[in-house]
T-cell receptor, first 109, second 113 residues
Framework: SQELEQSPQSLIVQEGKNLTINCTSS?????LYWYKQKYGEGLIFLMMLQKGGEEKSHEKITAKLDEKKQQSSLHITASQPSHAGIYLCGAASLGKLIFGQGTTLQVKP | NAGVTQTPKFRVLKTGQSMTLLCAQDMNHEYMYWYRQDPGMGLRLIHY???????AKGEVPDGYNVSRLKKQNFLLGLESAAPSQTSVYFCASNPGLLLSGYTFGSGTRLTVV
């Protein structure tokens, strides 16, 4: 079965700093989803990547899928307190969506 | 459209009690899912359904049962609750089309004492 591993598991950054979260799959990714979750709330869809080398951006968040389609990265530029939360990568596989263990981001003002 | 609605939002159970969590979607989605979320473990798939009348096991199915008698509803049952089932439960749905989006409910926080 497919497994996703995220790194780091937690991250504390100073406001204004850039950061990167990685998601590595044990198998080829055919659809990679990034979600954000604020503590105690539901999931907010950020982006979906499907093609090798694909890159998408939304505001200050950029996600990439590598050419081999086994790793994705999420990059936040000039972090703000509003970026704080849990970031989850998910992989679509045979009708299911499975997730990595999540990365908790704290942004210090 | 309401999207995906979960009821209840909060519940406290005593060990050994039973309960059913309801997930309802109004988007005519084929696929529905139940996940549990525990600190540091992301979302783990409990059971899922690819259509009315069908169910399948996910990553952590033990202690749970599900039913999908109507396309719009997906029920998650705990027959004999255990403290290890204290968690936040999320329901999701998907149209069943390749690489389509997933819609999540707002979660049910369950505590078993």
């Amino acid at each position: 079965s497919q497994e996703l591993e995220q790194s780091p598991q937690s991250l504390i950054v100073q406001e204004g700093k850039n950061l990167t979260i990685n998601c590595t799959s044990s198998k080829t990714l055919y659809g990679l989803y990034w979600y954000k979750q604020k503590y105690g709330e539901g999931l907010i869809f950020l982006m979906m990547l499907q093609k090798g080398g694909e890159e998408k951006s939304h505001e200050k968040i950029t996600a990439k899928l590598d050419e081999k389609k086994q790793q994705s990265s999420l990059h936040i530029t000039a972090s703000q307190p509003s970026h704080a939360g849990i970031y989850l990568c998910g992989a679509a596989s045979l009708g299911k969506l499975i997730f990595g263990q999540g990365t908790t981001l704290q942004v210090k003002p | 459209n309401a999207g995906v609605t979960q009821t209840p939002k909060f519940r406290v159970l005593k060990t050994g009690q039973s309960m059913t969590l309801l997930c309802a979607q109004d988007m005519n989605h084929e696929y529905m899912y139940w996940y549990r979320q525990d600190p540091g473990m992301g979302l783990r798939l409990i059971h899922y359904s690819v259509g009315e009348g069908t169910t399948a096991k996910g990553e952590v199915p033990d202690g749970y049962n599900v039913s999908r008698l109507k396309k719009q509803n997906f029920l998650l049952g705990l027959e004999s609750a255990a403290p290890s089932q204290t968690s936040v439960y999320f329901c999701a749905s998907n149209p069943g089309l390749l690489l389509s989006g997933y819609t999540f409910g707002s979660g049910t926080r369950l505590t078993v004492v």
